[in-house]
């Protein structure tokens, strides 16, 4: 008796699609972050194009990092609150297939869109052209790792929501993304091979996808049985 | 997944409930022994022991603070229990956890409605997969919201979520019904509704535990009293 609640991944990939395009002001803020420190930056420090690609690549991706931090943090939260979640965790079915749901939804709201996004900052911050292929690669896997690594700390912080803690939890596990999300554009920019930081970002998703979802069915777990 | 493995091998058991014309029908359904709870050091209530049969209501009853969503969200599986064993026809519910969460319905005080989603899009996502428009609209309709259907669940009253909670015992296919206060906001026509939906249930077979602080008026039902813990010396 398969359950649409329990149903999995195209049940919670849909409802929570659904949910960020009815709340479409919520979904706005990260990139809005996103679009104006990148507006910002160039105006407050020097509009020189050769010190702007300089700092760029670093830039670009410290960017992203704190719009899917500033996002992830409302993951379960809602779910949580409204009992949603205690009928995802008395399914049947294991919880993983909905957890990837969840995220898939996230990255489809968070991840893609500033992927999408980063070129018209590229081009304000004068990264040369080759570099913009290996800079939305980049960002489309390591968005994601994010967004699966931050939906632990999201699981583990419940019911409160994240804030410092979250933060604190995973920033450490942010930083080998952050190095190697801004090696790949650094090495395009440099014209050398960006391809191997490009495929530890691949690896990083590889095993994220596998381990994440255990950890966050755990963590939810816990949250309810306190 | 362990799950997995017990869901394939207790499918064919002849144990599980097989339908209502089943001779199975009065086995006893769910048999809760000695359960407690210890939360910060301190034990929840008296430790539980009742049995619910098919075609059975139970009340529960208590004090506010008595434990009645805590022992919900024991017999749900979401807290585990600190002592005592909780069966589901005869195999304790570790040993055919897939089996009994299948034919589990519960709705507590968060009922799992999304404001942001129409009454039509709550339902049919709590409902089971197969479950046909038609059908989702006959059981809006039943609880009074044919008209409404279309509208952001935010927008309704209290009432009128707790109706779309309520809609799901409509659509769903559980035989076990764990329902936490289920009158909570309802008017009258809304628990006479309920009264007319769970006799329906009781009369296919099905076994209902449900709390409340009003007793119900067209349903037979039986109590059972949850009683603050004392410390035997």
Sequence with gaps: ?226 | MSTAFSAVFWHNSPLIFQGSNSPLTTHTFLKVESLAYERNDAVVFQPVDFALKAGEALQLMGVNGSGKTTLFQLLTGIYTPSCGSISYCGQLVNNCRYEYLSDVLYIGHQSGVKAALTAEENLRWMSPKNTTSEKISAALGAVGLGEYSQIICANLSAGQKRRVALARLMTGQAKLWFLDEPLTSLDKQGVELIEHCMNQHLDQGGAILFSSHQDLAQVKTRNYRLEPFEEVA
């Design chain 1, 1 to 226: 008796m398969a359950n649409n609640l329990s149903g999995g991944f195209k049940a919670f990939l849909y409802r929570d699609l659904l949910l960020a395009i009815r709340d479409r002001g919520d979904l706005s803020k990260p990139l809005m972050f996103f679009l104006l420190v990148a507006v910002m930056v160039p105006l407050a420090i020097a509009p020189e194009a050769n010190k702007l690609s300089a700092i760029a690549p670093g830039l670009i991706w410290i960017l992203a990092l704190l719009a899917t931090l500033l996002s992830i943090e409302r993951l379960f939260s809602e779910d949580y609150a409204d009992g949603s979640l205690e009928q995802l965790l008395i399914s049947p079915n294991m919880l993983m297939m909905p957890i990837l749901g969840k995220i898939t939804a996230h990255w489809l709201v968070i991840g893609l869109p500033l992927t999408l996004l980063s070129p018209v900052i590229a081009i304000w911050f004068s990264l040369p052209i080759s570099a913009m292929v290996p800079m939305m690669l980049s960002l489309a896997l390591g968005t994601a790792v994010l967004s699966l690594v931050g939906a632990v700390g999201a699981a583990l912080t419940l019911p409160r929501q994240g804030g410092v803690l979250l933060a604190l939890l995973v920033m450490p596990l942010y930083m080998p993304v952050l190095i190697f999300g801004s090696a790949t554009i650094q090495s395009a920019v440099d014209g050398l091979n960006w391809l191997a930081p490009l495929a530890m970002l691949a690896a990083f998703l590889a095993i994220a996808t596998v381990l994440c979802p255990l950890a966050i069915s755990a963590g939810l777990r816990i949250a309810k049985n306190g």
